[in-house]
């Protein structure tokens, strides 16, 4: 690869043989003996792959030895989006393709469960065993395809269980954190109508024992549907009974995530069995080139979609690391202490983490053996440059540091790693296979290089939603990605493409908060407003400073005669901590004068955002919009002198 002058430094780079050893070099030599495509270098592999689709995936899906009937290409039918139609014959299950692997390395280890009290591990035998016996009881209990079973778990090897449990009978997939409040957890679950609530006793986190009883219990109790509450701390104990999977539509319902609530109650987001199998196939085992002989860890809580990850690793061959507890307790580089354990070759963890660590003063590769580490994907917000140059310095020299951008959306990375290109200091490798990514500038053309632009997908993707829950005639699926083009899927980022094709991420383009590397919306800190009678209104925005630097504030209007005092404040903390989480509590709360508002009531949180960004007030706030437009005047002196306190220039 020809370098750029003036190009960032390069933090990795593979060889020649790495290149010829990887999965990806697998994939193309199958493309040269099936379609007689020579792919050269990765921006060749990356542009045959979204101008001919039903060729590429139907090669992964050949490459990956996916099972199932039907299975037969091209992979596309029907190109349209959104309702692009994959293999309309085929029939298979999840379960089934990730449980494959029991068949040929029974033996093997499958997933190792870390605790903060020690250690379990399940060989890929046992795991098949533990899920055909939940998926016999769930049976004895009524559930039957179609149906939801939902979980409240934390991150442990009985979560994976029952969500492959529930898949092999064809029911759908729903699991929430019990680190969120009943109200957030029923808010999510209670469209879905769940039939039966799974749940575990507790974990430890801090070394303190969580008692997850009383809430999963609760939680049961509030679902009208829900007819059975059980609880999977023994899944031994359950009577064994023959592996045994339905067969089903290629885009059949696997599992209902949730975007991020900004808008109100959290979407549920429905992905198919095929979908979430190809993407897998294609993001874990060709952009990671993970399989047999890797082990993955990430300690994401299941509530985000990284916790996804781990299933869809077990789907490559790969054996995961589960861990509920404290990734900064008691030192802020457990993580890595955490890696070392259990031989991890690769770390999913959130940019936010690293910087954390980095903070801390501590060196991982100095206590720790990392030897085994190739790679770590850095994803939730912005890598900033100094954390990239730590990593390198401070945790190993010559590992993978690949910074991802996906969504909740896909269940998967738009724009990633790959194990053919260099890294460049700031820069996202590139679009991941598959992934047809434009920039579109604010005109409708394709930005140029450097040029600050959304990120649309002008085609299809196997991982797209098969729909939103409740959602029947795809009127809110439209206005999520369609809306403003419906010729293409916007996602609400902003990036820009380097002439050395690499790309970098500039932040969300719409309202979504991103807290500790997780997304986060802003309907449950609304939400806790209300119960406060001290205050009117309010508005959340997430801010995206220099280097890599982020800022949560709440601006809040008060009833009259009422003062923001040490008390107020600290009660409108306890207030979003139990609505929701401790990662919705803010940097900062202050008071302002008035809230601005739509006619219809919506707070203009995009808007406001886009000012503390440096935008110009008069482009970025449409006050013929607002009720009371004279409310904006406040938060431009705000964002004036913001701006000035952290260098952030007029755009």
């Not at 492959?164 to 879905?192: E, H, M, N, Q, T």
Request: charge should be negative.
């Amino acid at each position: 690869m020809t370098e750029t002058s003036g190009a960032p430094e390069v933090t990795w780079a593979p060889t020649e043989e790495s290149i010829r050893n990887t999965q990806l070099w697998a994939l193309r030599e199958l493309a040269l003996e099936r379609h007689g495509v020579l792919l050269d270098d990765y921006p060749a592999f990356w542009r045959w792959s979204v101008e001919e689709p039903g060729e590429f995936w139907d090669l992964v899906r050949e490459h990956a030895g996916l099972i199932g009937d039907g299975l037969v290409g091209p992979a596309l039918s029907e190109r349209r989006m959104p309702g692009a139609v994959w293999y309309p014959e085929a029939r298979l299950n999840y379960a089934e393709n990730v449980l494959r692997h029991a068949d040929t390395r029974p033996d093997e280890v499958a997933i190792v469960g870390l605790s903060e009290d020690g250690r379990i591990e399940w060989t890929w035998a046992g795991l098949r065993d533990r899920v055909a016996a939940l998926a016999a009881r769930l049976r004895g209990l009524g559930v039957k395809q179609g149906d939801v079973v939902a979980g409240v778990f934390p991150n442990i090897p009985e979560a994976i269980a029952a969500m492959l449990a529930a898949a092999s009978l064809g029911a759908i997939w729903s699991v929430c954190s019990p680190d969120f409040a009943k109200p957030a957890i029923v808010d999510r679950l209670a469209p879905l109508e769940p039939r039966v609530l799974l749940g575990f006793s507790g974990y430890t986190f801090k070394g303190r024992a969580v008692d997850s009883r009383p809430l999963v219990d609760s939680v049961g109790s509030a679902l009208p549907t829900v007819t059975d509450v059980v609880y999977l701390d023994d899944l031994d104990a359950l009577p064994p009974a023959p592996a045994d999977y339905r067969r089903l539509p290629f885009d059949h319902p696997l599992w209902v995530l949730f975007s991020s609530g900004t808008t109100g109650t959290p979407k549920g987001i429905v992905h198919g069995h095929g979908g979430m199998l190809l993407e897998s196939a294609k993001g874990i085992g060709l952009q990671f080139d993970l399989g047999p002989g890797d082990r993955y860890f990430t300690a994401a809580n299941t509530s985000w979609m990284v916790w996804n990850t781990l299933p869809n690793t077990l789907s490559v061959g790969a054996s995961v690391v589960t861990f509920p507890g404290a990734s900064v307790w008691p030192d802020a580089d457990r993580q890595f202490a955490l890696v070392a354990e259990t031989q991890a070759t690769m770390l999913a963890t959130g940019a936010a983490y690293l910087a954390l660590v980095e903070k801390s003063g501590l060196r991982p590769g100095d206590r720790y053996d990392l030897s085994c580490l190739d790679t770590i994907m850095s994803t939730g917000s912005v890598l900033a440059p100094s954390t990239w140059r730590w990593v390198h310095a401070a945790v190993k020299a010559d590992v993978h540091l690949s910074s991802d951008s996906g969504g909740t959306d896909i269940c998967s990375g738009f724009i990633g790693g790959n194990p053919w290109q260099r890294v460049h200091l700031g820069e996202l490798q590139g679009p991941t296979l598959g992934t047809p990514v434009q920039v579109r500038a604010e005109d409708g053309r394709e930005a140029a290089d450097d040029e600050v632009g959304e990120l649309v997908l002008t085609g299809p993707m196997p991982s797209m939603p098969v729909r939103f829950w409740g959602d029947e005639d795809g009127a809110k699926y439209h206005a999520a990605y369609f809306e403003a083009d419906p010729s293409v899927w916007t996602h609400g980022d902003w990036i820009s493409r380097t002439p050395r094709g690499g790309v970098v991420v500039h932040g969300r383009s719409d309202a979504t908060l991103n807290r500790d590397g997780v997304r986060l919306g802003s309907a449950e800190i609304y939400a806790a407003l209300q119960t406060l009678d001290e205050v009117r209104n309010g508005v959340v925005l997430g801010i995206e400073m220099p280097g890599g630097r982020y800022w949560m504030p709440l601006f809040v209007e008060l009833a009259d005669g009422v003062e923001l005092s040490d008390d107020l404040a600290a009660r409108i903390r306890t207030a979003i901590r139990s609505r929701a989480t401790a990662r919705h509590v803010p940097d900062a709360i202050e008071a302002a004068p008035g809230i601005p508002v739509t006619y219809s009531g919506k707070r203009i949180e995009v808007p406001l955002k886009k000012v503390f960004l440096g935008y110009d007030q008069a482009k970025a706030v449409n006050r013929g919009s607002l009720q009371n437009p004279g409310t904006v005047d406040w938060f431009v002196q705000r964002a004036r002198v913001f701006n000035e306190q952290n260098g952030i220039e007029a755009k």
